[in-house]
């Protein structure tokens, strides 16, 4: 958002044999014959132990054999230290007590199309958001910062419970841009009255910076808030007597558009996934 006010969009070596692992014992590394429990390694819902930790995003396979040597981790209620083994999905595996879902977590950003629900399953006709990502992911992945159906734009999925969790907390107010389309153009006493804080529902809503679009007509306006309140932003110009007739998140808790067009999706990158694992 300019300064000025205006808006703008924005490999196994060695002798034949049972394999040997190289575990730490009292701080020094030692060569052991790897003892492997009766598990196909083709079968896919048997995992090494190692991976299902990984997996849980709990740290790396390398970070999780410290912890298993360590006798961190439990399966079924009994402590595992062997290197290699394996277990089951259905098996119960905890990390330090706390129990583990081994599902990969995944994260995808979609740039929803107008008219498109966000949740909800297709019945009579109805265009999901869901269906627009169904190839990104086998997993059941929920919204985060949920859209309306009549808004466009900035849409995050993903089955990481604890992130959604943090991200939807209305404490954690995240940085969000709309740009806005009105039926007439707003009014100049409205836009200040906005600026300075207008009270919906007998509370008081503040935003970051709202202005008129740049090079575009008084109906358009870009504004930035915080506040996590359910339609806040229809809310805010319904309160002043506006209709919104377009309503596209252009940035939301610091991902954009950028190369991402309408109706398509891509998955975050390490980075912005750190970014927002950052967020308290």
Not at 37 to 66: F, W
Not at 166 to 185: A, D, Q, V, W
Not at 250 to 257: C, D, E, I, S
């Amino acid at each position: 958002m300019a300064k000025s006010g205006s808006f703008k969009n924005k490999k196994q070596s060695g002798k034949k044999g049972a394999p040997r692992e190289r575990t730490f014992v009292k701080g020094k590394v030692s060569d052991k014959k790897r003892v492997q429990p009766p598990a196909a390694e083709s079968n896919p819902d048997v995992m090494r132990l190692n991976r299902y930790i990984a997996n849980s995003g709990v740290c790396s396979r390398r970070e999780a054999d410290i912890y298993i040597a360590a006798g961190s981790v439990t399966v079924n209620g009994k402590p595992v230290t062997e290197m290699g083994f394996k277990v089951k999905r259905t098996d119960e595996v905890k990390f330090d007590g706390r129990l583990l879902n081994p599902a990969k977590r995944e994260y995808v950003l979609l740039n929803k199309p107008k008219d498109f629900a966000v949740t909800g399953r297709n019945e009579r006709g109805q265009r999901t958001a869901l269906s627009l990502i169904s190839q990104a992911s086998k997993s059941e992945l929920k919204p985060v910062g949920k859209l309306d159906k009549p808004s466009m734009g900035l849409q995050l999925f993903t089955n990481d419970g604890e992130l959604s969790k943090r991200l939807n907390s209305p404490k954690n107010g995240l940085r969000k841009i709309y740009h806005i389309e009105l039926t007439k153009p707003l009014r100049s006493m409205d836009l200040k009255k906005i600026q300075e804080g207008l009270a919906v529902d007998d509370k008081v809503v503040k935003v970051q910076e709202i202005s008129f679009v740049e090079k575009a007509p008084k109906t358009e306006v870009g504004i930035e808030i915080y506040s996590s309140r359910n339609n806040i932003v229809r809310r805010i110009f319904e309160t002043l007597e506006y209709e919104i007739v377009k309503m596209d998140r252009v940035v939301y808790a610091g991902l954009t558009k950028k190369d991402l067009p309408r109706g398509h999706w891509r998955y975050l990158t390490d980075q912005e996934v750190i970014n927002l694992g950052m967020i308290n």
